[in-house]
């Protein structure tokens, strides 16, 4: 049973590590609402228990985040309970300024560029297994898109 904990652990580690280094994460990330710890908690509680195939405890959560200390299930919980705030508020952003019609104004025009190609960025990563053509033709345009975004995401968050 322990090697499976330190499998899933491994995993869930992994899996994190690679997301939060993406570098189109560090720019979504370094501009969102969330710390890095809140980010790195709220994706162990969202995730979890699909990749571990189980409900996982908050004591079992907690002891999978990157950090080599042990943290307590409450000071995960104080954490995970901030990011959900932090969601939550970002979520009636959202809705307040759709409710108010600003999303229909010209000027929010970029954004929503900005948001089709990080649909483009994640379709082209999700491609890539499954692409039977040149891999290495299809790297380099997620390379383009990338580059793309992170050019967008750093001139759209500068005043």
Request: charged residues 25%.
């Amino acid at each position: 049973m322990e090697a499976n904990v330190l499998k899933l652990k491994d995993n869930v580690q992994v899996w994190l590590t690679s997301s939060l280094n993406d570098p189109v994460s560090k720019i979504l990330a370094k501009n969102s609402h969330l710390t890095t710890t809140q980010l790195e908690t709220f994706l162990i509680d969202i995730l979890s228990d699909s990749l571990s195939g189980k409900s996982l405890t908050y004591d079992e959560k907690a002891s999978l985040r990157l950090i080599k200390a042990k943290i307590s299930r409450g000071a995960f919980n104080r954490t995970l309970k901030q990011a959900k705030d932090n969601v939550i508020k970002s979520i009636y952003t959202v809705l307040l300024l759709g409710y108010l019609g600003v999303f229909e104004s010209i000027a929010l025009d970029p954004y929503l560029e900005i948001a089709n190609k990080l649909q483009d960025y994640v379709a082209a990563h999700k491609n890539l297994s499954h692409n039977d053509g040149n891999i290495e033709d299809h790297k380099k345009l997620i390379e383009m898109i990338r580059e793309e975004l992170e050019t967008g995401l750093k001139n759209l968050s500068s005043p």
